[in-house]
């Protein structure tokens, strides 16, 4: 364990997420918008899970939207059209099932849509928030955006003068 070459990132993810869970806990409210802390971290972490790169990035920022569209597709359908039916909970539930099914076949069929397993979290946040859509939006992009200060800042911290790229840290 090289604990030398993984310091900087450590310093630069410790700070970062203490900063990001004051501010959350400090403002939880920004004029009309719920500031959420955890959907963040969800997002931080896929960022990791999919390179910590431009790439991962981008990957979980699709995901991400997909996930959120998803969310909302099921909530619409399931308690909208189903609900009146079979009942919210009932309807909801099929909903869910059905698009979930629909993001298994999609992520291996559509390169872009390649890392679904991160649509899985985001679609989850947005239950989570009951629904928040925006509130739930702004947490997971901060999220990702921590993500790529967090692999950025410990160049600072090694004190290198460059050359060196977010895979190296």
């Known amino acids: 364990l090289n604990m030398g070459k993984n310091m900087p990132l450590a310093i630069s993810i410790g700070l970062l997420a203490g900063s990001w869970a004051f501010f959350a806990l400090t403002f939880p409210e920004i004029g009309d918008i719920t500031i959420y802390s955890w ?45 009146p039916i079979v009942g919210a909970p009932l ?6 099932c059905f698009l979930a099914g629909a993001i298994i076949i999609m992520m291996n069929e559509i390169p872009i849509l390649s890392f679904g397993a991160g649509a899985f979290p985001a679609w989850a946040s947005y239950f989570g928030t009951n629904l928040d859509l925006v509130g739930t939006a702004l947490a997971l992009f901060i999220g990702i955006i921590l993500g790529m200060v967090s692999v950025r800042l410990p160049v600072l ?12 840290v």
């Open 91 to 96: 309807g909801l539930a099929i909903a869910i």
């Open 39 to 83: 959907p963040a971290f969800i997002t931080w972490a896929l960022f990791f899970c999919s390179g910590a790169n431009n790439e991962g990035a981008l990957k979980t920022t699709v995901s991400t939207v997909w996930g959120l569209l998803w969310g909302v597709a099921s909530s619409y359908l399931g308690a909208s059209l189903l609900g």
């Open 157 to 168: 911290f090694a004190g290198k003068s460059g050359g060196e790229t977010e895979a190296d």
